[in-house]
């Protein structure tokens, strides 16, 4: 480590948004349980359906581009305030047309729904604030997340003290959905004071057309990646929210909450794991299968490790977080905890077709995995309701990790790698 400079920033920008997410997790998770108790399952159910019609369009907001700018800032910093304007000026104009589509497809799926309708309209805010993310990539581009991570934590924090008044004061659900609008803005200020701070002005971003155009050339097949994934990821709440019950909705939104506890360790380790195995790719084929086998394994290891004891301890687990009146979450929380064993291997496989540049193959899995989701919630959801909504995740996640890297002949070795490390799971 010793003179390495540019390894220790690098560390050390790792270690604030390592920090910054265990933050974020551990007050995230206390504050959201609270809120859970307070407004019970059918209020909880109201503003989880809400948050998860933001989410699906909240790929178009971001349109793809948070790696494509860090790459072209690095690349070209003499362009920076061309870049970084346009890419404001894109994104703007995106989440107005998101949060446009959020409200309407709101009324269209609930016309009756005032508080549906409500709620997503002042929830739907987070993503016009959230275009002055653009600050952010600034940053990463420079290494220095850690000004990020300032912005946003005290914004977080801010808003978490307000959500505890909130239900000090017994306000209305409507009133949490406008604390985290809230949280967004005070993130856009924060990263607007600190981009000042550091001697950088707004005022000198410029907006290039022909920027924009190369840059959403770059980022459409990553705008249909982000909401083909998003789709993946909470249609099984909206089609619950749509077909059942906000009550139903509540419970089923409680044992998701616990089961995605546990996404930011595979993602940790893969992300720490992944240059190495580039690099083994370049030198020693071999060993580069070698070494992703050996990520599978421990991947599998760590997903039966949480499954397993989460499997038998369920109803103590929901009791202890949510109460008496979310005890019917711990059939859904079983089976959503053994979702996470082929999640856990999907972000491991994942590494792999980055590595090989297999960006499409990955869109055409995600996309199968939602697809298989849609399906199957629509035949489960009307019969089991949320214990549906959990096995229609189990099966679409293992579709979209395992299952499908069988119809794709390149991916059939890929396919036996994955099956070896679930009949055979290790640490080492």
Same mark, same amino acid.
Request: aromatic share 14%.
């Given at each position: ?10 560390? #050390? ?44 369009? /909240? ?6 581009? =948070? ?18 304007? #346009?890419?404001?000026?894109?994104? $703007? ?19 009756? =729904?005032?508080? /549906? *309708?409500?709620?997503?309209? $002042? ?7 959230? %275009? ?11 290494? *220095? ?14 808003? %978490? ?19 985290? %609008? ?20 707004? /005022? ?32 099984? *709440? ?6 059942? #019950? ?20 595979? #993602?940790?380790?893969?992300? %720490? ?15 580069? &299968? ?73 869109? $055409? ?58 009949? &055979?799971?290790?640490?080492?």
């Amino acid at each position: 480590m010793e003179g390495r400079h540019e390894l220790q920033k690098v560390l #050390t920008n790792t270690g604030w948004l390592f920090g910054d997410r265990l933050l974020r997790m551990g007050i995230g998770l206390f504050i959201g349980i609270w809120i859970a108790r307070y407004l019970g399952p059918s209020g909880y159910g109201l503003i989880s359906y809400a948050a998860s019609m933001c989410a699906v369009f /909240s790929a178009i907001a971001v349109m793809g581009l =948070d790696a494509i700018v860090v790459r072209e800032l690095v690349k070209e910093p003499e362009r920076e305030q061309e870049i970084l304007g #346009t890419v404001l000026g894109i994104r $703007v104009v995106a989440s107005f047309a998101a949060y446009f589509l959020t409200v309407v497809t709101t009324f269209i799926l609930r016309p009756d =729904d005032r508080s /549906s *309708q409500l709620l997503v309209a $002042v929830m739907g805010w987070a993503m016009i604030f959230g %275009s002055f993310d653009v600050i952010d990539l600034y940053f990463q581009s420079k290494v *220095q997340s850690k000004f990020a991570v300032y912005a946003k934590n005290t914004g977080f924090i801010i808003a %978490s003290i307000v959500r505890v008044a909130l239900i000090a004061a017994k306000a209305p659900v409507v009133a949490f959905a406008a604390a985290n %609008s809230l949280e967004y803005c005070l993130g856009a200020i924060g990263l607007w004071y600190l981009y000042r701070r550091n001697g950088e002005f707004i /005022s000198r971003w410029r907006v290039r057309l022909e920027l924009a155009r190369k840059l959403l050339a770059d980022s459409w097949p990553l705008v249909l990646s982000g909401i083909v994934f998003m789709v993946y990821m909470r249609i099984d *709440q909206i089609m619950l929210g749509q077909m059942s #019950t906000n009550h139903e909705l509540g419970i089923y939104a409680s044992a998701v909450k616990i089961a995605e506890i546990w996404f930011f360790i595979p #993602t940790a380790i893969v992300s %720490s794991v992944f240059p190495n195995i580039v690099r083994a790719r370049q030198t020693d084929e071999k060993e580069f &299968y070698n070494r992703l086998q050996k990520l599978y394994n421990l991947l599998a290891f760590l997903g039966y490790v949480i499954a397993i004891p989460v499997t038998f301890l369920a109803g103590v687990v929901v009791y202890l977080f949510y109460g008496e009146a979310y005890a019917a979450a711990a059939p859904m929380l079983v089976l959503l905890i053994w979702s996470d064993v082929f999640a856990n291997l999907a972000v491991a496989r994942n590494a792999f077709l980055m590595a090989m540049n297999w960006t499409r193959v990955l869109l $055409v899995m995600t996309f199968l995995g939602a697809i298989s989701n849609i399906a199957l919630n629509f035949f489960l959801v009307p019969k089991y309701g949320g214990v549906g909504a959990a096995a229609a995740s189990l099966i679409s996640y293992w579709v979209a990790g395992h299952g499908a890297c069988y119809l794709y002949k390149p991916l059939r070795r890929t396919a036996n790698m994955l099956s070896r490390s679930l009949l &055979y799971p290790r640490f080492w």
